[in-house]
């Protein structure tokens, strides 16, 4: 992992070739069930926003947003919940210009829904109720 941050700290021209490189894995592993390795990925990609200077924030974020996407559509409780917490550090980011041209409906109507999720087992439900 340091040796992920450091690289893209000392390129930082190089985010958006980072950011389609582990969207890439993420949505293979997602494919596959692999809800392991898709943790591990998000991990990588929530430090990486984390160390990402706000001047190259905007060359990164798409593909950030894209797989946080894939986890809220993904049935499983957990990747919801994960995509959850990746969308909390998103938001907690400060942008020097903010970007008007993204669209959030998807997010704030998957979260809308998270809110009166509905399963058999309380403590999902009240897992993913909290997320939403």
């Known amino acids: 992992m340091d040796k992920l941050l450091y690289y893209a700290a000392t390129s930082p021209e190089k985010l958006d070739r ?3 490189y582990l969207a890439q894995r993420i949505e293979r592993y997602l494919s596959r069930s692999k809800f392991g390795f898709v943790s591990i990925g998000m991990e990588a990609m929530d430090h990486l926003l984390k160390a990402c200077p706000s001047q190259w924030l905007n060359m990164y ?3 950030y ?3 946080v996407q894939r986890l809220l559509e993904n049935p499983q409780p ?3 919940v994960r995509a959850s917490e990746s969308f909390l ?3 907690q980011k400060e942008e020097d210009v903010p970007a008007y041209h993204r ?3 998807f997010f704030i109507s998957k979260f809308s829904q ?3 999720s509905e399963t058999n087992d309380p403590e999902i439900t ?5 997320s939403g």
């Not at 009240?126 to 909290?130: D, L, S």
């Open 65 to 67: 947003l894209l797989i």
């Open 126 to 130: 009240t897992k993913i109720r909290v």
């Open 78 to 80: 957990d990747m919801q």
């Open 114 to 116: 998270m809110c009166h």
């Open 61 to 63: 974020v798409e593909f």
């Open 89 to 91: 550090y998103f938001a």
């Open 18 to 20: 980072i950011g389609d």
């Open 103 to 105: 669209r959030y409906d």
